[in-house]
């Protein structure tokens, strides 16, 4: 977004607006007016106390829980559905990575034993977080070695897209990560699971409150032949973020490109991936906040799950 922000004026309103603070930690409504003035809707400020560097920041969040935090268990689901479809409800994560990977992994092991008809795999409920504890445990159902990818904006000399950070399943199943959050939240090395039922149909549920990671998880599948997105055009969220440590506990979790998908597809800010068959669910009027939607989302949930067997008994299966 640095081509629609003006610095020189930007720098001389905030210098304004700070020039009679005296503690740093009075700094945060600035600093989130700043973020919010870039209006990509995916950017945020965070500020934690005594954290005094970028490994401080990241150590912290490797070593915290859900339990530490006061916020309730992460909502895994994993069951068979008519004695022959796969059903595994995919949470959003913020903690815990690689106990979400070892989870999920776990769930489609068994899951992969009773020899299935056809995948759903739940994202409904996905807010997002971090995309590759939701992605790695699914590597052996995906039909190629490269899925998504994001643009930043640069094109090349004949007016093209250049894209990066272009996703990489590696063929032995191994995935590596070099990068330090993947160091501290154990996920730097992980051995995908094997699964044989690799072929059947697979149904991928979104709705409006899949976001962000949610939404990269669902475009890891998008384009896949016997993949079918059931549910509701997604929240909006299809960009890339990345954490950058500024000062005295402060950090911006910066959006720094857009979602390219497997179908070719650069999302706009604010694009939400629309799904092949739509569930119609109409939210009542009384809810406005994203919460409100989240809470209602769940209680409706048996409406996806219904619309993938009701599509999956049409087809035979």
């Known amino acids: 977004m640095r081509s629609k922000i003006n610095f020189d004026q930007l720098r001389t309103e905030t210098n304004a607006k700070v020039k009679h603070m ?20 995916h950017s945020s400020v965070g500020y934690v106390k005594d954290t005094m560097d970028n490994l401080a920041l990241i150590k912290m969040i490797a070593s915290t829980t859900y339990e530490k935090e006061g916020m309730p268990p992460l909502n895994f689901q994993h069951r068979f559905i008519e004695d022959k479809y796969a059903y595994i409800n995919v949470p959003g994560v913020l903690l815990e990575h690689r106990r979400y990977i070892d989870t999920l992994q776990k769930q489609l092991r068994e899951l992969d034993g009773k020899q299935p008809k056809a995948w759903i795999i739940d994202l409904t409920e996905n807010d997002g977080g971090a995309f590759v504890p939701m992605v790695t445990p699914f590597h052996s159902l995906i039909d190629t070695t490269q899925t998504f990818s994001y643009f930043d904006g640069t094109l090349d000399k004949d007016g093209k897209e250049v894209l990066i950070n272009k996703f990489q399943i590696p063929q032995n199943g191994l ?11 154990k996920f730097d090395t992980v051995q ?25 998880t669902a475009s890891h599948f998008l384009g896949q032949k016997n993949v079918t997105l059931i549910g509701a055009k ?3 969220l299809t960009s890339n973020n990345e954490l950058y440590y500024v000062d005295k506990g402060y950090s911006v979790n910066l959006m720094t490109a857009l979602l390219h998908d497997r179908k070719g597809k650069s999302y706009h800010v ?11 669910l109409e939210y009542p009027e009384n809810i406005r906040t994203f ?20 599509f999956l008994r049409a087809k035979g299966i």
């Open 175 to 185: 995935y590596i990560d070099n990068s330090i959050e993947a160091k501290y939240c």
């Open 291 to 310: 919460k409100e939607r989240y809470r209602f989302t769940l209680e409706k949930k048996s409406v996806f799950i219904n619309k993938a067997i009701e």
């Open 22 to 41: 005296n503690k740093t930690d009075s700094l945060l409504p600035t600093f989130k007016e700043i973020v919010s003035g870039l209006s990509d809707l």
């Open 192 to 216: 995908a699971q094997p699964l044989r039922n690799n072929q059947i149909p697979i149904i991928v549920l979104v709705s409006n409150i899949t976001a962000s990671s949610g939404e990269i």
């Open 234 to 236: 997604t929240n909006g």
């Open 270 to 280: 604010g694009e939400g991936v629309i799904p092949d068959i739509i569930v119609d």
